[in-house]
């Protein structure tokens, strides 16, 4: 089942980094991984999940000859997929209701969409043991584990699962 406000809660708390499924000419799946987002369609005006892709890739090909796709996205252990049509938008893919300037204001939104993760610097718990989770403000909790003693680090709110003895 499609969840889109599922969707669009977990993406960012991954960096927007999502799998996506396609089908080859013998329906066979196709995966790869995009940074993913979700726009406002630019004819429609629905809210939709969006990514960017160079033109020539597999994945456009795929979806060029048949449009269903799966969009997966995962934050820890949590994880929503939405699927459907996809409807291709860009230079190679002419749509009669959008003219230059709006296929332009749309890519550089998607563009920005996709980067925007990137931009932001650090991680939700690695290595912030006593600091407030960046997602909830829990503070992090760390623990040795392994013959090395590597640390595990982990939000008590968001990551659920039982504490190491003595943590």
């Known amino acids: 089942m499609t969840d889109l406000a599922r969707f ?12 996506i499924v396609t089908r080859r000419a013998d329906t066979t799946p196709h995966t790869s991984v995009v940074n993913a987002g979700v726009l406002r369609h630019p004819v429609t005006g629905e809210r939709s999940v969006a990514f960017v892709a160079a033109g020539g890739t597999r994945k456009l090909v ?4 048949d449009p269903t796709i799966a969009v997966v996205v995962r934050a820890g ?5 939405v699927e459907g ?67 595990a680090y982990w939000c008590p709110a968001c ?3 039982t504490e190491p003895r003595g943590a």
């Open 8 to 19: 669009e809660a977990l993406v960012p708390l991954d960096h927007g980094l999502s799998v």
């Open 62 to 65: 795929h979806l060029r000859a």
């Open 77 to 81: 252990w949590q994880w929503t997929a």
């Open 85 to 151: 049509q996809a409807q291709l938008l860009g230079p190679d893919d002419f749509h009669p209701e959008v003219d230059d300037e709006r296929l332009r204001s749309v890519l550089a939104a998607a563009a920005n969409l996709m980067q925007a993760p990137r931009r932001r610097r650090g991680h939700y718990v690695y290595r912030r043991a006593g600091r407030p989770c960046g997602r909830c403000g829990t503070l992090i909790r760390s623990w040795p584990q392994g013959d090395d003693a590597r640390m």
């Open 159 to 161: 990551q659920e699962g």
